[in-house]
């Protein structure tokens, strides 16, 4: 079984930056892949950033250049840097072990002046 629970999330003017964390339950080595989805307002949930199986790092193409994501033994993070409105969204921590599929709970980001 693996925990992930999200926190950082806020609200932040445009420009802005703020950093997620995504701490787990055990060493964040054995969740593979492990990475960050966000949600926006009657939007379909959709991949920001991940570590991949192969251990290199994966961006939409939305958030590259702007954002990035690292991990020590039992932390993610996303440094979200020059966030814009359409940034606004529950960020969710996502990772699979076992071949089971997990989420934390959400964090959710606002990008508004």
């Known amino acids: 079984q693996v925990q992930l629970v999200e926190s950082g999330g806020g609200l932040v003017q445009p420009g802005g930056s703020l950093r997620l964390s995504c701490a787990a339950s055990?060493?964040?080595?054995?969740?593979?892949?492990i990475g960050w989805y966000r949600q926006a307002p009657g939007k379909q949930r959709e991949l920001v950033a991940t570590?991949?199986?192969?251990?290199l790092t994966r961006y939409a193409d939305s958030v590259k250049g702007r954002f990035t994501i690292s991990r020590d033994s039992a932390t993610v993070y996303l440094q979200m840097n020059n966030l814009k409105p359409e940034d606004t969204a529950v960020y969710y921590c996502?990772?699979?072990?076992?071949?089971?599929?997990?989420w934390g709970e959400g964090t959710l980001v606002t990008v508004s002046s």
């Open positions: 055990g060493s964040i080595f054995r969740i593979i892949p």
């Open positions: 570590f991949t199986a192969g251990g």
């Open positions: 996502n990772g699979v072990h076992g071949g089971v599929n997990f």
